[in-house]
């Protein structure tokens, strides 16, 4: 597992963990991310990210990101 900050622009994770207090786990949870959901990191600007995820995208910045910890795909 590594943060998705890790991830490579265009390469298709999958949501492993969350970490933080309990309002930032329900707050990036109700934005999608959530254990086993297939995410991609669309830009990374700095370690700020835009994510595509399901149908949208999500800009989340360096500290919020590094809360999403992901698994590459196989």
Do not use: C, W
Request: no cysteine; net charge negative.
């Amino acid at each position: 597992m590594l943060p998705i900050t890790m991830a490579t622009p265009g390469e298709i994770v999958t949501v492993k963990k969350i970490t933080g207090r309990d309002e930032v786990r329900q707050h990036l949870g109700e934005l999608g991310f959530v254990p086993d959901e297939e995410v991609s990191v669309v830009a990374d600007n700095g370690g700020n990210l835009i994510i595509a995820i399901k149908s949208g995208r999500v800009a989340l910045d360096k500290t919020m990101a590094n809360r999403i910890f992901v698994e590459e795909e196989r």
